[in-house]
């Protein structure tokens, strides 16, 4: 799971991929503009969304947190379908109902995660609380599973910007 700065109080979003690969996917819900104006009215009402990255994401500059947990093949092919279904039927953002911390921890509850109580908190509070409630885990399963079914990831697919593990999936992102 990962979190970074933006205009406003930030943006919570998973990145996610294998982590001996250089390409990534991004899953996060935001106003499917990148006018203001639903923005704003997001806070009120709910508003039109995407799922995919927004302006950012992708930039090591603006990340404030992340969290990335490995995951076998298998695990990981449950959980990027399970991201892709969210995406398919995610429709609306609303900073107070459903927002982009809401979408990342239905993801992180699937992959058997503890959540922290409030999808209210800035981005980064939440990813560094998921992190800290789970004690920095960092297998969806037990590592020695998690380690016999890959190989070791590289330097470059360390980096948090980068996809992770096995298969990784980290607030900002993850397999």
Not at 42 to 53: L, R
């Amino acid at each position: 799971m990962t979190a970074r700065t933006a205009a406003s109080y930030g943006h919570a979003f998973v990145w996610y991929g294998r982590a001996d690969q250089k390409q990534v996917e991004i899953a996060g819900l935001h106003p499917a503009t990148e006018s203001v104006i639903p923005y704003i009215l997001g806070h009120v009402i709910p508003v039109p969304s995407e799922t995919g990255k927004s302006y950012g994401d992708l930039d090591d500059d603006y990340l404030t947190a992340s969290y990335r947990v490995y995951m076998t093949e298998a695990e990981a092919k449950r959980v990027f379908a399970y991201i892709r279904h969210l995406q398919a039927t995610s429709p609306l953002w609303n900073a107070a109902t459903y927002n982009c911390i809401a979408f990342i921890q239905d993801i992180a509850r699937y992959m058997g995660l503890r959540v922290p109580g409030n999808h209210l908190l800035y981005p980064e509070d939440w990813v560094n609380s998921l992190k800290r409630i789970n004690g920095g885990r960092r297998y969806m399963s037990s590592p020695a599973v998690a380690q016999s079914s890959s190989t070791k990831p590289s330097a470059a697919a360390q980096k948090p910007a980068a996809s992770a593990g096995a298969q990784t999936a980290s607030a900002s992102g993850g397999y």
